[in-house]
């Protein structure tokens, strides 16, 4: 299993990727039910990222109302959970 790459950093940028990690609030918010391939994916995309966002600023912290509205995103649909 792949360990997430949070360095306790927190912020997100106007696109809501944060600026410690460089992952986007939905890979922070379902890091834990991701699986290795996923994880490993997200690890691939990281160095370019924080290339391309180096010198940015946080616009906001990783704020609870954040992670709620990405928890949702991310909720299966009651069609996804049957099947």
Same mark, same amino acid.
């Given at each position: 299993? $792949?360990?997430?790459? !949070?360095? =306790? %950093? !927190? /912020?997100?940028?106007?696109? &809501? @990727?944060?600026? /410690? !990690? @460089?992952? %986007?609030? &939905?890979?922070?918010? /379902?890091? +834990?039910? #991701?699986? &290795?391939?996923? $994880? ?6 990281? #160095?370019?990222?924080? +290339?391309?966002?180096? /010198?940015?600023?946080?616009? =906001?912290?990783? +704020?609870?109302? $954040?992670?709620?509205? #990405? *928890?949702?995103?991310? $909720?299966?649909? *009651? +069609?996804?959970?049957?099947?």
């Amino acid at each position: 299993m $792949k360990q997430s790459p !949070c360095v =306790a %950093h !927190c /912020g997100l940028n106007d696109e &809501d @990727y944060c600026m /410690g !990690c @460089y992952r %986007h609030i &939905d890979e922070i918010v /379902g890091w +834990s039910n #991701a699986s &290795d391939e996923q $994880k490993k994916q997200i690890w691939l995309k990281l #160095a370019e990222r924080k +290339s391309l966002m180096q /010198g940015r600023e946080n616009s =906001a912290i990783l +704020s609870r109302e $954040k992670w709620i509205e #990405a *928890e949702q995103r991310l $909720k299966p649909s *009651e +069609s996804d959970e049957v099947n």
